[in-house]
């Protein structure tokens, strides 16, 4: 299984947000005049390029004087851009003084961003790892919840800390009733597994669920795998490609690996997916032989959307197989099972076959739909 609770890294850039804040005549003149707050403005409109050119280089220089004065934000952000690299050479040593400036502050972002800066930037290992759980400590207790979420993978794993699954689950949970997509899976995993909490599968099945509606590639991944098992679930193959599928497509390595062994395995709803994924090079890399091989299997065990998008492959000639016949052919297939799409493809495709054409290509289908007992 793909390890996917990891520390997440509370980069500066992953909560500087965007502002309105927009150059002016007058915001220049006040932040000239030494006001704080516009210096700050100032700094902010340049490094948005809001009615100015962008400049990291001026955003700067103008954050610093407000730093200079004590401007907790502007701290934040001048210790950000050292930290980043952005208009200022790159400077731990920076970077940690202005963030500890703000952080001292009661600046929330600035204490989180200097939790993960001393636990994977300080030369001193053991110093940085006591600093950084300190300051996410205090972070996460006043509702960061990238540092609630991090706390939650340390005690998890033991990561700098004594290995604790109840504190875990509390910060796993903290963070996910923020609605915490990476918090969600902390916690459904939690409840897989019995740490810190009774095994629960259907929690389990619950907070993937909520993480995988996101888009989390991973949870949709473990979604899938407990419909196939059944596990908090009703034990469904269907649901289980089809969360796997979304997985696939998003580059999940699990959860392509696992659909291609159930592809093999001969479960016709993964064969189409896995042909579907190699036809639009979602995941993987778009190949029409390999998605023509596996629409194919689909489709000789009677998946209609396979069947279909056979007809599709032959009519167009994608891959190099253009053939009338046998497109009409898979259409009649497809259609015989109601499917709309197919049915008015057949209509079309017959016009561009000789009556002999069509009723030769109608018996083939029909001694097909008999030998295989299609309805």
Known sequence: MQRMLSLVLLLCSMTLLATDITFSEGLLQQAESGDAEAQYGLGMAYYEGNGIKQNYFEAARWYRKAADQGYAEAQYRLGCMYEEGKGLKKDFSEALHWLRMAADQEH?????????????????????????????????????????????????????????????????????????????????????????????????AKWYRKAADKGLSSAQYELGSMYYYGRGVKHDYTEAVRWMSKAAERGNTDAQNDLLYFSEQGLAEAQYHVGLMYHEGKGVEQDNSEAYYWFRKAAEQGHVEAQYMLGLSHKTGIGGLLDNEEAYFWFIIAATSGHESAIESRNNAARDLSQEQQDKVQNRANEWLEENKMP
Request: hydrophobic residues 35%.
């Open 108 to 204: 929330i972002s600035a204490q989180s961003s200097l939790g993960s800066l001393y636990l994977w930037g300080s030369p001193d290992v053991k110093t940085g790892i006591s600093e950084g759980v300190k300051w996410y400590l205090k972070a996460a207790e006043r509702g960061d919840i990238m540092a609630q979420y991090n706390l939650g993978w340390m005690f998890r794993d033991g990561f700098g800390v004594r290995k604790d699954y109840q504190e875990a689950l509390k910060w796993f949970r903290r963070a996910a009733d923020q609605k915490f997509t990476l918090a969600k899976h902390g916690l459904a995993s939690m409840y897989r597994d019995g740490k810190g909490v009774d095994q629960d599968y259907c929690e389990a």
